[in-house]
């Protein structure tokens, strides 16, 4: 399975928000912790985003005369 640019850097932005928060847990800082929660919940939103987005590509066959 192929993964887009957006599901990547999506799981990246959940690792770096686990790793964060655990960090924050290691040396009990709230600040820290909160941070990779909101991290981690970004990147899953923009997995989520990232199979929603569609490109659309018009045709313009119409337009050249012969």
């Known amino acids: ?3 887009t640019r957006d599901q990547i850097q999506g799981r990246l932005l959940r690792l770096v928000g686990a790793l964060e928060q655990g960090w924050g847990w290691l040396i009990d800082d709230q600040t820290l912790r909160a941070r990779g929660e909101r991290d981690r919940r970004l990147g899953r939103m923009w997995q989520a985003y990232s199979g929603t987005r569609t ?4 045709s313009r066959t119409g337009d050249q005369s012969d």
Not at 55 to 58: C, L, S
């Open 55 to 58: 490109t659309t590509i018009y």
């Open 1 to 3: 399975m192929l993964m």
